[in-house]
């Protein structure tokens, strides 16, 4: 994968959820019911948005075109 490719991938994967937590997106998530996991529906969003962010990130570093040339400098 090229660097500018990859650069393009991250922006999204870690704008969408930003926009997702900021106001006006926020309202279509800011209820108090239904309660999931024990959370109101609000914080159980936010929460999901975090994590869905992290393990895109994580699977975003997998496919890093700098990483894998770090690996082969040692």
């Known amino acids: 994968m090229s660097k500018k490719k990859f650069n393009t991938i991250y922006?999204?994967?870690?704008t969408i959820p930003f926009l997702l937590l900021i106001f006006p997106l926020f309202e279509l998530a800011n209820r108090a019911t239904p309660i999931v996991m024990g959370l109101p529906f609000?914080?159980?969003y936010i929460i999901l948005l975090i994590l869905l962010t992290f393990l895109g990130v994580l699977i975003l570093y997998r496919f890093d075109?700098?990483?894998?040339?770090e690996e082969g400098d040692e």
């Open 11 to 14: 922006i999204v994967i870690v």
């Open 42 to 44: 609000s914080f159980f």
């Open 65 to 69: 075109p700098d990483h894998k040339l």
